[in-house]
């Protein structure tokens, strides 16, 4: 299985590197796009080294002028995770000016399962403009996979915590 992981800056990024372990002792490939903002969160070299291949994290990187459209028809699934406010927000009203939220433009009509995985602050998933969006993005064909109630990063108790990998990873094998 190809797998597309498109992950975007959070604190939930070291738990989401669980799902790479997971899918490459596993025998797929698994394919990381991320934002620069991934990069504050979790190393180049850590992606690469779990992934087994090099990562694309902006769209003007030297050779992969064509790289947004060309993973997105690699891939058998795209998985969104974590996925921020900020880059939900952007996929609903079209935004495409990063490595994720081009590939994710690019992917949306190829008829590949999309998968969105949110993890953020209470007040950030509860916000309207949030909710409308992942309401826009279910209705344009992707599965979004509802945040957990919990103990946050930031020390407060809601909905927002990015599921635990081994939910994931169901979840994603449910898909195929």
Request: with cysteine; hydrophobic share 45%; net charge negative.
């Given at each position: 299985?190809?797998?597309?992981l498109l992950?975007?800056g959070?604190?939930?990024?070291a738990?989401a590197t669980?799902l790479?372990?997971a899918?490459?002792?596993q025998g797929d490939?698994?394919q990381?796009?991320c934002?620069?903002g991934t ?11 779990l992934?087994?291949?090099p990562v694309m ?6 050779g992969r ?14 998985i969104?995770?974590?996925a ?12 495409a000016?990063d490595?994720?939220?081009t590939?994710?433009?690019?992917a949306h009509?190829?008829?590949k ?6 993890a953020?602050?209470t ?7 949030t909710q409308a969006?992942?309401?826009t993005l279910?209705d ?8 957990q ?6 020390g ?5 915590r990015?599921?635990?990998v081994?939910t ?5 094998e449910?898909?195929?």
């Amino acid at each position: 299985m190809k797998r597309l992981l498109l992950m975007t800056g959070s604190i939930a990024c070291a738990k989401a590197t669980g799902l790479i372990s997971a899918w490459i002792k596993q025998g797929d490939e698994v394919q990381v796009v991320c934002t620069p903002g991934t990069l504050n969160f979790i190393g180049l070299a850590t992606l690469e080294g779990l992934s087994q291949r090099p990562v694309m994290s902006s769209v003007y990187e030297s050779g992969r002028m064509m790289d947004h459209i060309n993973i997105s028809r690699w891939a058998d699934q795209i998985i969104l995770c974590p996925a921020t406010a900020n880059v939900i927000n952007k996929l609903a009203v079209g935004i495409a000016d990063d490595a994720v939220t081009t590939v994710w433009v690019a992917a949306h009509n190829l008829g590949k399962p999309l998968l969105i995985v949110p993890a953020m602050n209470t007040m950030m998933w509860t916000y309207p403009a949030t909710q409308a969006a992942v309401k826009t993005l279910g209705d344009w064909g992707a599965q979004i996979m509802p945040p957990q109630a919990g103990e946050l990063a930031c020390g407060e108790q809601g909905a927002g915590r990015m599921p635990e990998v081994e939910t994931i990873l169901k979840t994603v094998e449910e898909l195929s």
